[in-house]
């Protein structure tokens, strides 16, 4: 077993990778609190680019998909919270240079672009249960503003 401390923007950079929640790991649940501290966290990353925010556990088969065995809650809120500031940047009228280049980064993450299979278009695969919503929410189906 190989182990790597990588900050979170290298672990995630690459737009073929897929990081797969498998069946056996519990829904969404985190709650205000556990979102309170990740964004503490996050917020903290802004000055000390060395913060640990926690622990993202995966096993890969190759170099694109990943299961996640541990941290699918922090990584599912980081997305979500992805998925909020791209909603927000797509709104923006006049958008500055800044502002274009974190909505390209924040799709680029989310999803791949260049997948010919709708299957592997969303980067993260949440659990059956989760799916649908987090899908819904990527699209921005329904309108979540």
């Not at 056996?24 to 640990?52: A, G, M, P, T």
Request: charged residues 30%; hydrophobic residues 35%; aromatic residues 12%.
């Amino acid at each position: 077993m190989q182990v790597s401390h990588l900050p979170i923007y290298q672990f995630i950079e690459g737009s073929n990778k897929v990081f797969i929640i498998p069946v056996y790991q519990r829904d969404y649940s985190w709650k205000i609190n556990n979102c309170e501290k990740l964004w503490i966290d996050l917020k903290v990353l802004k000055e000390k680019k060395d913060h640990f925010i926690g622990t993202i556990v995966t096993i890969s088969d190759n170099f694109e998909k990943y299961s996640i065995i541990d941290g699918q809650q922090r990584l599912t809120t980081i997305s979500l919270l992805l998925i909020a500031l791209l909603n927000y940047l797509k709104k923006l009228e006049n958008k500055e240079n800044f502002e274009i280049n974190l909505q390209q980064q924040i799709e680029i993450f989310l999803i791949n672009k260049y997948s010919h299979e709708d299957l592997n278009r969303i980067r993260l695969k949440p659990n059956k249960n989760d799916k649908i919503y987090f899908e819904k929410l990527i699209d921005n189906k329904d309108n979540y503003n």
